[in-house]
């Protein structure tokens, strides 16, 4: 399905395959073999071509709907696990300007090997364990119940340093995960 979408959104912008590849810095036959949906691309990889499109992770995983209301049922939930060891289920529909993502990260493990950015504006609640948010190469410690805002554009990354899983909602907006 992730093929399939890159190739529309790619046709829709005039790009080639040669193009969206020296955008995303990964080789043409890559991308070739994902649109045709011979290779599964890492998220790694998923990201980059996104941001190459100029568009939100997570559409690049969703089909197309024009209800102004969606209802998102638990059992069918969006998920992505990330390098890094956070899954990441997708709370809201996906379209829209507010994206909100449960993600679950793993004891020992962080959401990036380094702070990254992008356009948007964040903020994460703990529901469960302890996380610690990394912006700016400021470590901010939470709690459950604890929350953290920032602007997405300063590098940043979640990690979890603790001996048991964290679980946190995150809403970003407009979505650029």
């Not at 920032?150 to 340093?161: A, G």
């Amino acid at each position: 399905m992730v093929g399939s979408r890159i190739r529309e959104l790619r046709a829709a912008r005039g790009l080639t395959v040669t193009e969206l590849a020296r955008r995303a810095e990964v080789s043409t036959g890559l991308i070739s073999q994902v649109e045709r949906e011979l290779a599964d691309p890492s998220l790694v990889t998923v990201r980059k071509i996104a941001k190459a499109l100029d568009v939100p992770l997570f559409s690049l995983f969703e089909e197309s709907e024009t209800d102004d209301v969606a209802v998102v049922r638990r059992h069918t939930r969006m998920q992505i696990q990330s390098p890094g060891g956070i899954l990441y289920s997708r709370i809201s529909a996906g379209r829209g300007r507010l994206e909100v993502l449960q993600g679950t990260l793993a004891p020992g493990t962080a959401s990036a090997d380094e702070p990254w950015s992008h356009p948007s504006e964040e903020c994460a609640v703990v529901i469960a364990g302890k996380l610690v948010v990394e912006v700016a190469a400021t470590e901010r410690a939470l709690d459950v119940g604890d929350s953290c805002y920032f602007n997405s554009r300063l590098p940043h990354r979640y990690v979890n340093p603790h001996r048991k899983p964290a679980e946190f909602i995150i809403s970003i907006t407009p979505p650029s995960y």
